[in-house]
């Protein structure tokens, strides 16, 4: 009689197996994670142009000024749009006396490890007049370019800018290297 032959993998063969896989892993994970922020960037910058055109089409729509608000306060930030001009007396993260911001309203919470830069955000107030959705300044003023910084806690910048003629532009910084994938490239701090 002959022994049989039982097939399969021993002990030290799935171990081999496991040590490999292991070590891909961990020499997959950061730029796995660098890809993850990237794409959150992404999604952030896509989200904030994508209010401030609803808010410039709300205001040709209804033919009323509409005032894009963001307050930024440490790692806390936010924004939204709505027909007052009282941009940081009402519209500001604390949920529980948002007046001014009716229309819509996002909270960093929404967006895991973005920043929004406190010297670009739309402090100010940026509105839309109602004829050509031009961005004007809580007086009624013409604005001329004005443009957000948004990155992600490893340093990749992104950045919106609206003309003085309403268009708004989106764009990542090339200038460090590193760079959001799926939008323009640009060496200077504006779209």
């Known amino acids: 009689m002959q022994p049989s032959k039982k097939s399969g993998f021993t002990l030290i063969e799935m171990l081999v197996a496991i040590a490999i896989i292991g070590i891909v892993l961990a020499i997959a994970a950061p730029s796995f994670s660098q890809q993850i922020a990237s794409i959150r960037t992404k999604n952030a910058i896509e989200n904030i142009s994508g209010d401030l055109a609803n808010a410039k089409s709300e205001a040709i729509r209804i033919n009323r000024v509409i005032f894009f608000h963001s307050y930024v306060d440490g790692n806390n930030w936010c924004y939204g749009y709505g027909t007052s001009n009282t941009a940081l007396a009402n ?20 967006h895991k490890n973005i920043v929004l830069n406190t010297s670009t955000a739309f402090e100010t107030s940026l509105g839309f007049e109602p004829i050509r959705g031009q961005p004007i300044d809580t007086t009624g003023a013409a604005l001329a370019k004005k443009t957000m910084v948004i990155s992600n806690t490893n340093g990749i910048k992104g950045y919106i800018t609206v003309s003085a003629v309403g268009k708004i532009k989106t764009c990542s910084s090339s200038v460090s290297g590193e760079s959001i994938n799926g939008l323009p490239k640009t060496s200077s701090s504006e779209c």
Do not use: A, G, P, Q
């Not at 500001?92 to 819509?104: H, V, W």
């Open 91 to 110: 519209c500001n993260c604390d949920t529980s006396t948002n007046n001014s911001c009716k229309l819509k309203f996002v909270t960093s919470s929404n």
